[in-house]
């Protein structure tokens, strides 16, 4: 590969080739993006972007806190237990701890419900079309570098926009779950990067961390694997993010790892994608303008695996346009999906998921539960004051309560589970993915009627969707899952707006607040 070969804005952005020490330059990129040597920087609706992707962890992550979860629990309490002045601090606390303790926690906090934020690594302008996963559950590591140096709300800004950039792109050309590693690699790399510029780290430093990460820490799909997801499957992030940390932390005392990763021909990526020398793909990282990755990120509306969006959005359209379908005695649901969906949510295994890891990546759980939710908003009347999709959306929302031990076993939602059927879409599907998420749902009652959504691409959150009221429903989001955790949800929400506008001192405290710890006895 040579740079001749990519069409890019070079205006706005580097190009890493495939020839070059791609590890090396990512430090040398992250010291001059933070830095400001560019001159110029992202616009402002960039800015804005990552501040929703940002309000959207910060709310996930509490609300998995007040639950009583058990991974934030155990890891936010071994995080308290390595007090450090001029620290960072975990959600619910102002103690100071270790960075890397604290960043461990509140990053397994933000995924402990799989509801935040999503790339899958598609970049057709560039013909990056990888489609990795990944999520936005890294901005703990900037808030934890600006704790300790005393940074404002610019760098925090700044910061996150910068690990989006360097995961998202990464996403884009190297899948890594084709070679059964989990996603979370990219976000490691991204982090050590991020930290490291923030720490005043050199590139050379910054090339040794993310050499660490690579040779040494690289965690499977092993993970994400079986008829019964763990802990692992949440804390995964969290637990590579503390690994990056380590890493960086240690080459800046002088501990040299490998170089020049990318090129090494036994690391995961010549390893799985052989070459004559060079790295297998050239990275584009924009400094500049409004074509960052981020811009090309998914939220999610509710907590669901993101694969199951297309679907959700079929059973809104549906019910919007065939009110009469709640009432009727339903004998079959056809899910028609793409690859990886069909094989990862659409998983035979998943068809009795027994806890709430399990279910939140089970197509058939998630589609019933929103569908059963319905059924009983219709019976009760609520549902009439829903005259479009975005109302449904706010009002069918999938919250923790709908992965609790009890509705697990809900009757009526396990009634309707043994009612669906899947089918691969085959190459017509498969090729829109991860463009789009192409899914399309028939529902058959038992009076002989079909009702078929239709190809569904964008979905409500997707970040092609062009229809949608997508702060309207977030903030539904927001106040939902906030309510679970504090008593004033206005007020924290407040705290969040204009991040790169705050001080250092609200920097210093942004992630400090009461959270209200659930009695309900119910287990999530």
């Known amino acids: 590969m040579s740079e001749s070969k990519v069409n890019y804005d070079s205006k706005n952005a580097v190009l890493l080739a495939a020839n070059s020490n791609q590890a090396l330059g990512i430090g040398q990129f992250a010291i001059d993006f933070m830095s400001g040597k560019f001159g110029t920087e992202p616009d402002k609706s960039v800015f804005d972007r990552v501040e929703l992707f940002h309000t959207d962890s910060v709310i996930c992550g509490i609300s998995a806190l007040a639950l009583r979860t058990n991974a934030p629990t155990i890891l936010k309490n071994e995080a308290l237990e390595y007090p450090k002045a001029g620290g960072a601090t975990v959600f619910g606390s102002s103690t100071p701890v270790f960075p890397e303790k604290a960043i461990l926690a509140n ?73 059964k590693i989990d996603h979370v690699v990219h976000g490691a790399i991204a982090s050590a990067a991020v930290y490291g510029a923030m720490m005043g780290a050199t590139a050379e430093q910054i090339e040794s961390a993310i050499g660490m990460c690579v040779a040494h820490y690289i965690p499977f799909r092993a993970i994400r694997a079986g008829h019964q997801l763990s802990d692992s499957k949440g804390a995964s992030a969290a637990i590579s993010t503390e690994v990056a940390i380590l890493a960086i932390k240690r080459a800046m005392k002088g501990f040299v790892g490998p170089k020049d990763i990318f090129r090494n021909p036994e690391s995961i990526f010549r390893l799985n994608q052989p070459t004559n020398g060079d790295a297998p793909f050239n990275i584009v990282l924009s400094h500049s303008g409004s074509d960052f990755a981020v811009m090309g990120m998914h939220f999610k509306l509710g907590l669901y695996e993101h694969q199951s969006a297309g679907g959700l959005h079929g059973i809104i359209e549906l019910i919007l346009k065939n009110p009469e379908l709640l009432s009727k005695d339903i004998k079959t649901i056809k899910v028609v999906a793409y690859q990886p969906a069909f094989g990862i949510i659409g998983d035979p295994a998943k068809k009795d998921p027994k806890t709430r890891q399990s279910a939140d990546h089970s197509m058939v759980f998630i589609l019933s539960r929103k569908l059963q939710k319905a059924i009983n908003y219709h019976k009760s009347g609520e549902l009439a004051a829903c005259k479009d999709v975005d109302s449904l959306w706010k009002k069918l929302i999938l919250t923790p309560h709908d992965y609790s031990s009890k509705a697990l076993v809900d009757k009526d939602t396990r009634a309707l589970m043994a009612k669906i059927e899947f089918a691969h879409g085959g190459k017509e599907y498969d090729d829109r993915y991860p463009d789009g998420i192409p899914t399309s749902i028939v529902i058959t009652t038992a009076d002989g009627n079909t009702y078929d959504s239709g190809l569904v691409m964008y979905p409500a959150g997707h970040a092609r969707n062009t229809t949608a009221d997508l702060e309207g429903i977030l903030n539904n989001k927001f106040a939902q899952l906030g309510r679970l955790a504090v008593k004033d949800t206005d007020s924290l929400l407040k705290r969040y707006k204009n991040l790169s506008s705050l001080s250092a001192q609200e920097i210093a405290s942004l992630y400090t607040m009461d959270i209200v710890l659930s009695e309900d006895g119910e287990e999530y």
């Open 107 to 179: 990053a397994s906090a933000v995924r402990e419900w799989d509801s935040n934020g999503t790339v899958f690594g598609y970049n057709k302008a560039l013909g990056h079309t990888a489609g990795e996963f990944g999520h936005n559950d890294f901005y703990p590591v900037v808030i934890a570098a600006c704790q300790e140096k005393g940074l404002d709300g610019k760098a925090a800004a700044m910061g996150m926009i910068l690990s989006d950039e360097i995961r998202g792109r990464l996403a884009e050309v190297f899948s890594l779950k084709t070679y």
